[in-house]
């Protein structure tokens, strides 16, 4: 799976847009970019995926470029309950050994803050 | 969270006995998972399930085994449980049929913390 790049933390204020960058240079042609997010004592989050075009849902929005290079998670409007270790996560597609396997990273420490 | 129940939350056990997690799911996923969550080493996966009695090795095996007799049961055991397993183990599930798996999220429990003394 390939790597992924995320800065270890981030601040925000509450009320405006949080965006999370990841680069995943070495990603290959069938290999998803997730978002996952855990916040303290509780399981992983799922928040949304992508292939290569920009998806939306009630959670956020992901932006990838479009040499898929990087990528953007963008929560529009922070609330504190958005404070929370964000992972992305590069994934290959179904058929593979490595079919399931999340690799996780380090994540981005994200702060949102009154 | 999505149908997914870990048994028990918390544990302390001592050197030597033997452990087994649970992990019960109410979705009817095919595909099951354990990982465990250490500080400075984020989730890795232990073992994974992709059908009943079909299990696999993950990247930190040695010292685990697992059993999926159903769909929705997938037991993590620790044979003879070690300070080195004291750790906090997740759960995962993921829908599946054919080959449209690859981009299917996995979904999370909250966990068992366990503590080997």
């Known amino acids: 799976d390939a790597k992924t790049t995320q800065p270890p933390s981030m601040d925000c204020a509450e009320g405006r847009a949080a965006n999370l960058p990841c680069n995943h240079s070495?990603?290959?042609?069938?290999?998803?970019v997730y978002w996952y997010r855990q916040i303290h004592s509780q399981g992983p989050q799922y928040i949304i995926h992508g292939l290569k075009n920009n998806e939306t849902n009630e959670m956020a929005s992901l932006i990838i470029t479009e040499d898929r290079k990087s990528s953007t998670l963008i929560l529009p409007h922070a609330t504190l309950r958005d404070t929370a270790v964000y992972y992305c996560?590069?994934?290959?597609?179904?058929?593979?050994?490595?079919?399931?396997?999340?690799?996780f990273g380090q994540g981005t420490i994200l702060t949102v803050h009154p | 969270d999505a149908g997914i129940t870990q048994s028990p939350r918390h544990k302390v056990t001592e050197t030597g006995t033997p452990v087994t997690l649970r992990c019960h799911q109410t979705?009817?996923?095919?595909?099951m998972y354990w990982y465990r969550q250490d500080p400075g080493h984020g989730l890795r996966l232990i073992h994974y399930s992709y059908g009943v009695k079909d299990t696999d090795k993950g990247e930190v095996s040695d010292g685990y085994s697992v059993s999926r007799s159903k769909t929705e049961d997938f037991l993590l055991t620790l044979e003879s449980a070690t300070s080195s397993q004291t750790s906090v183990y997740f759960c995962a599930i993921s829908p599946g049929a054919g080959t449209g798996t690859g981009n299917s999220p996995l979904h999370f429990g909250n966990g068992t913390r366990l503590t080997v003394t």
């Open positions: 070495t990603i290959s042609g069938n290999e998803y």
């Open positions: 979705e009817n996923h095919r595909y």
């Open positions: 996560i590069v994934r290959v597609a179904a058929g593979g050994t490595s079919y399931g396997k999340l690799t």
